[in-house]
């Protein structure tokens, strides 16, 4: 009796230890394929909760409550984390929906990544050199895209044209 259940606690050990090793490397947002890498600790230092939740958890600004929704001035958004020029003033466009919109982005800095959460197929925009979380793509925007970048406020800065 006792034989038996010492093979049996250690055919259990053996199963766990299999199960540990063929686990793929977590995906985390942390890794080294951007040019700006910070820890998790950097973020929560350098930015404020909301900015915090939206920016690295991928979360989502309440509607009509953002900084930029209404914004009018001529000049650059770019990354509220690394400064990475964004969008131009001159695609943004009025939606409606409650988040900066805009019909294009600057070319090479935001990339384009597909989000399945609570199971939607949505398009997730991130930024190209720190991966920080911007917001969403649709197909439902102006010409000459037909794009609308729904972007929330709080991931973004202003640079006003000279
Ligand atoms: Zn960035």
Known sequence: ?????????????LSFSACGQSEKPSESKTNNKFEVVKTEEEWKAQLSPLEYDVLRNEGTERA??????????????????CKNPLFESKTKFKSGTGWPSFYDYIKGNVIEKEDNTYGWNRIEVE??????????VFNDGPEPT??????????LDFMEEE
């Not at 009796?1 to 050990?13: E, G, Q, Y």
């Open 64 to 81: 009509f409550t953002g900084k930029y929704v209404d914004w009018k001035k001529a000049g650059t958004f770019t990354c509220n984390a």
């Open 1 to 13: 009796m006792k034989n038996t259940s010492i093979v049996l606690l250690f055919n259990l050990l």
């Open 146 to 155: 037909g794009l609308r970048y729904c972007i929330n406020s709080v991931s």
């Open 127 to 136: 930024c190209s050199k720190c991966g920080s979380h911007l917001g969403h």
